[in-house]
């Protein structure tokens, strides 16, 4: 009887283990959120419109006369994200020049788009100016039914937009 009493305590000690700790190699994982952001350089613009003359070597973007409009989509690496924060970098030392950038959010299947955040540049001397904004509505993009660009304005040759950084959410794990 006594041999057998030994033999049982430290079997029900592994037992017990084996049900607080669970099954080998099984872990459960807790919900992350990873923080990350994506730049979109002055190359990636695309004139909104034809009727204005622009030049964009690459490292900058600027109207050679007059004022005008471009777009870049925006590519996520996961399905649903959400915006943090809209940054531009910029040249802008004029008054009243300006470079905006507005963030927004398509809904192909409802023939809708929502404008989700603004940021403009201000008169400034600084090369290059950082201006942002986190007033950001909706900052949910799901990629499976929406989409997202940014859609920038230049309003005299005297401006110059170098890129725009989107920082973002998401969550990982279950």
């Known amino acids: 009887m006594a041999r057998m009493r030994r033999l049982s305590i430290p079997t029900l000690v592994g037992c017990l283990v084996a049900v607080l700790l669970g099954p080998a190699g099984v872990t459960a994982t807790e919900p992350r959120v990873t923080v990350t952001a994506v730049m979109v350089p002055a190359a990636a613009f695309i004139p909104a419109s034809d009727t204005f003359v622009y030049g964009n ?19 996520f690496p996961v399905p649903v994200v959400r915006i943090n924060r809209i940054t531009l970098y ?4 004029s008054s009243p020049a300006m470079i905006c950038v507005q963030l927004f959010r398509t809904r192909p299947a409802a023939a809708a788009e929502d404008e989700a955040g603004q940021v403009c540049s201000g008169n400034s001397a600084i090369d290059p100016q950082v201006a942002y904004t986190t007033a ?24 110059r937009l170098y890129g725009v950084k ?8 279950a």
Request: proline letters at 5%; charged letters at 10%.
């Open 57 to 75: 070597g690459g490292r900058t973007l600027s109207v050679l006369s007059g004022h005008g409009s471009f777009t870049a989509p925006l590519f």
């Open 90 to 93: 910029a040249f802008d030392n």
């Open 166 to 173: 989107v920082n973002y959410s998401y969550d990982t794990g």
């Open 136 to 159: 950001i509505d909706p900052r949910q993009v799901g990629a499976t039914v929406q989409g997202a660009y940014l859609w920038v304005y230049l309003s005299d040759p005297g401006v």
